[in-house]
C-alpha cells in the first residue's frame, strides 16, 4: 500500500455550507496548526460577475487553505480559479460530491460524477489558468453508481485531466429523493471501496470523507489512504480537531481557554469593523464539549452574545461557568 504518510493532505477539514466561513477556520487553525482547512462552496459565476473581495476574503492565519468551487463551465471555473490564486489560496477544489437541488439546478455538484468529460475538461481548464494544485471532491457514485467499476472510472478520468489528489465523500448520493441531510446519513457508508480506489490507483492521493468521529477511526483510515477530511466532528466537537492534530503531528492540544484568549485580538478587532459577536462564537459553542461546564458555557454564550454590543465580556462570564462547574466537579 502506497500511503504517503507525509501527505499535505492526510488531515483536512471539510468544506460545509453556512459553517466554515472564514471566523471557524481562524478559530480552528488556532485548534490545529497542521490541518488544511477549506472555505465554503463557492459558484465560479458569483466569483466572475459578484461581490468577488468579499467571496474571497480570509485570514493569511488560515493558510494552508483550499477555495472550494462549484460549476460545470470550464472558463468560468478557469477565471474563478484563478481569482482564487490570485489572492492567496494554496489550492483550488471542484465540487463534484453536494446533491442538493439547488446545486443539481446549476449543474454542477453531484450530478457531475454522471458527466466525467465534462468534469475533466474543467479541470484541465482550472490547471491552466493557476499555479497551485487543482483537487476534486466527489462521492462513491450516484444513483445507479454502485459498483467500484463506477468511481475507479472516474477517477482514471480525474487523472488523466491531471487531477493528483481525490477527496472522497464514502456515501453514494441519490440525486432524487432525498435531502442533503438525508443524503449525509441514509446512504450507507462504504469505506472498503475507498480503500480499493487507493490500491487501484496508488500514485493516486487519496482523502476520505464521510462520518469520521474520533482518532481511533482517523488512523485506522490511515493505515489505506493518504489523508482524512473531518466535517461534523470538527464543527460540532471542535476540541477533536485539536486532539487528532497533536497526535497525527506530535506534540500536545492546546489549552481550551488558551486557544479563546488567543481569539481575543481578533475577536476585538472584528467586532469594530461591525460583525457581530455572535457571527464568531456561533463557531466556538462545542469547544467544551463533552466536558464538566461545557453545557453552562453553550447556555451562557448563547444567552450573552444576542446584545448588539456584546463583546469579550461574554467570553468571560462563560469561561467563569466553566471554571466554577470544574471546582464543584471536583470537590
Known amino acids: ?21 472564514p471566523h471557524c477556520r481562524y478559530f480552528h487553525r488556532l485548534l490545529a496548526p497542521h490541518a488544511r482547512l477549506y472555505t465554503e462552496m463557492v459558484t465560479a459565476a458569483a466569483l466572475v460577475r459578484g461581490a468577488r473581495q468579499r467571496l474571497l476574503a480570509h485570514n493569511p492565519e488560515e493558510r494552508p487553505i483550499a477555495l472550494q468551487l462549484g460549476g460545470a463551465d470550464p472558463v468560468e471555473l478557469a477565471a474563478a480559479a484563478r481569482f482564487g490564486a490570485e489572492a492567496g489560496y494554496d489550492e483550488i477544489n471542484l465540487n463534484v460530491g453536494c446533491p ?9 455538484g453531484a450530478c457531475l460524477m454522471r458527466e466525467p468529460e465534462l468534469v475533466a475538461d474543467c479541470v484541465r481548464a482550472m490547471r491552466e489558468a493557476v499555479p497551485v494544485p487543482v483537487t476534486v471532491k466527489c462521492r462513491i457514485g450516484v444513483d445507479d453508481q454502485d459498483d467500484d467499476a463506477d468511481l475507479f472510472a472516474f477517477a482514471a478520468r480525474m487523472l488523466d485531466a491531471g487531477v493528483r489528489v481525490l477527496v472522497v465523500h464514502a456515501r453514494k448520493a441519490w440525486l432524487q429523493g432525498l435531502s442533503p441531510k438525508q443524503n449525509r ?8 471501496r475507498v480503500y480499493r480506489l487507493k490500491q487501484e490507483f496508488p500514485g493516486l492521493t487519496v482523502v476520505v470523507n464521510g462520518g469520521i468521529d474520533g482518532l481511533p477511526a482517523v488512523e485506522e483510515h490511515l493505515r489505506h489512504v493518504d489523508g482524512v477530511m473531518l466535517g461534523r466532528l470538527a464543527y460540532h466537537d471542535p ?14 492540544p492546546p489549552l481550551r481557554e488558551a486557544v479563546l484568549q488567543r481569539m481575543r485580538l481578533y475577536i476585538e478587532a472584528a467586532r469594530t469593523h461591525g460583525v457581530r459577536l455572535a457571527s464568531i462564537t456561533r463557531h466556538v459553542l462545542g469547544l467544551y464539549h463533552g466536558e464538566p461546564g461545557g453545557k453552562a ?16 465580556e461574554a467570553i468571560e462570564a462563560a469561561l467563569l461557568q466553566v471554571a466554577a462547574c470544574g471546582r464543584r466537579a471536583a470537590a
Do not use: H, K
Not at 500500500?1 to 459553517?19: E, F, G, H, Y
Not at 446519513?185 to 472498503?192: A, H, R, S
Not at 476540541?239 to 500536545?252: H, N, Q, S, T, V
Not at 458555557?297 to 469579550?312: I, K, M
Open 1 to 21: 500500500m502506497d500511503v504517503q504518510t507525509s501527505s499535505p493532505w492526510r488531515l483536512c477539514v471539510a468544506p460545509m455550507m453556512d459553517w466554515t466561513d
Open 100 to 108: 442538493s437541488d439547488r446545486v443539481q439546478s446549476g449543474r454542477f
Open 185 to 192: 446519513e441514509v446512504p450507507p457508508l462504504n469505506y472498503p
Open 239 to 252: 476540541f477533536a480537531l485539536a486532539r487528532i492534530d497533536a497526535a497525527l503531528f506530535g506534540g500536545e
Open 297 to 312: 458555557f453553550r447556555r451562557v454564550l448563547s444567552e450573552r452574545v444576542q446584545a448588539t454590543d456584546a463583546g469579550w
